[in-house]
């Protein structure tokens, strides 16, 4: 697969340091159990370990979980690492204080599927938090490939969260610098959405 191959070298291909996004604004996440979705080589969960979080990850790549659990134990915390296809992942119901998505690429049709999961997987009054490129991505060319459909703007967010309130939902330009993939000016979308406590969706 694409994602092997991709983490399939020594050096970390996204870098060891955490997203700015997510490092600024891990205080919103309920200390807690934190699940951090298409985690890949494990820079995120390994800081959210590293703040008192107990983290999972969960990825398609073996080979990225494998660095994951190498980059944890460098760093002298613990995290739980499951190999699975997002496309199919059980998040269970009312399971976690914090879900984070960083850059994960998804299709529609697999992204809308998740999304439903994730609004059941958290607990009442427990945060999601995102930052992905949108669509005006396409014209910096500093990283998240080229198709728009894998990409998200504040309205897609809207549409496919239904049953979270936003906190925070902005477009922005920012400076990405996260490793040989994600360097430069980039268009991103950055979320942090808050479950309603009126809501448990079968």
């Known amino acids: 697969m694409m994602w092997d191959e991709r983490y399939d070298t020594d050096d970390y291909v996204y870098g060891i340091n955490p997203n700015d996004f997510l490092k600024d604004n891990v205080q919103a996440i309920p200390k807690g159990h934190v699940l951090s979705l298409a985690e890949g080589e494990g820079r995120n969960a390994v800081f959210m370990a590293k703040q008192g979080y107990t983290v999972t990850a969960v ?52 992204r809308k599927s998740l999304y439903k999961n994730v609004i ?9 938090l995102l930052e992905a490129y949108t669509p005006e991505q396409l014209h910096y060319g500093t990283g998240g490939g080229s198709s ?3 990409m998200q703007t504040k309205q897609t967010l809207i549409n496919e969260l239904p049953g979270l309130t936003f906190q925070h939902l902005s477009e922005i330009e920012r400076d990405v610098t996260e490793g040989v993939y994600h360097t430069g000016l980039a268009s991103v979308v950055q979320a942090i959405a808050v479950k309603n406590a009126l809501l448990e969706p079968n």
């Open 59 to 110: 990825d398609a790549s073996a080979v990225g979980l494998k660095k994951a659990k190498r980059l944890a134990e460098k760093n002298d915390v613990k995290i739980e690492c499951i190999h699975a296809d997002l496309a199919d992942f059980d998040l269970g119901k009312s399971q976690w204080d914090g879900i984070i998505s960083i850059f994960c690429p998804l299709p529609p049709a697999v």
């Open 120 to 128: 059941r997987g958290l607990k009442p009054n427990d945060v999601f």
């Open 148 to 150: 728009v459909e894998l």
